[in-house]
């Protein structure tokens, strides 16, 4: 579910400011996004903005995350585990990589983050896809646990990047 007037095609319109992708408060773990790529593609690595300011490694910024992805054409819906090992398939989906984003570079905790810190997250983060993972033209992020522990998620952009097939 989509919260706060926030929209889904936010995620990739470009705008690593503002509004993004964001769940309704109270909605089951984990919170998930499915959006389609456009085409079959081979990716390599994915870009993730969460939202900064007041909301740097707070909120519903993830903190453990996982990237699923499918082939098929119209995939079928699949409740998602938390956390399920990479390579896992559920249904029409499989687990590209489960993700960590990084701790504050200050080494701060995540409630005393710095303006070196709030820098870092405006930038975005780049993540690896194992160069195993199958070609896919369905993404489903599926966001196991956010900073603040609460019962929301948003992320402001994604970008991925890779070949197409």
């Known amino acids: 579910?989509?919260?706060y007037n926030w929209q889904l095609p936010n995620l990739w319109n470009g705008n690593t400011e503002g509004d993004g992708w964001h769940t309704l408060e109270g909605s089951p773990r984990?919170?998930?996004?499915?959006?389609g790529i456009g085409n079959t593609y081979k990716l390599s690595r994915f870009v993730m903005w969460e939202r900064a300011g007041t909301f740097t490694?707070?909120?519903g910024n993830p903190k453990e995350f996982s990237i699923w992805g499918s082939n098929?054409?119209?995939p079928r819906d699949q409740v998602l585990p938390i956390l399920a090992p990479e390579g896992t398939v559920?249904?029409?989906w499989i687990n590209l990589g489960n993700y960590n984003f990084p701790n504050p570079p200050s080494g701060n905790p995540a409630n005393a983050f710095?303006?070196?810190d709030d820098a870092f997250v405006k930038a975005g983060v780049s993540f690896n896809i194992p160069f195993n993972a199958p070609n896919?033209?369905?993404i489903r992020l599926a966001v196991g646990s956010t900073w603040s522990g609460g019962a929301t998620a948003h992320v402001i952009e994604m970008s991925f990047y890779g070949r197409p097939i």
């Open 1 to 3: 579910p989509i919260g």
């Open 136 to 138: 896919v033209k369905f």
């Open 30 to 35: 984990p919170y998930v996004a499915t959006f």
């Open 90 to 92: 559920l249904g029409d």
């Open 57 to 59: 490694y707070g909120h």
């Open 72 to 74: 098929v054409s119209q």
């Open 114 to 116: 710095t303006p070196g």
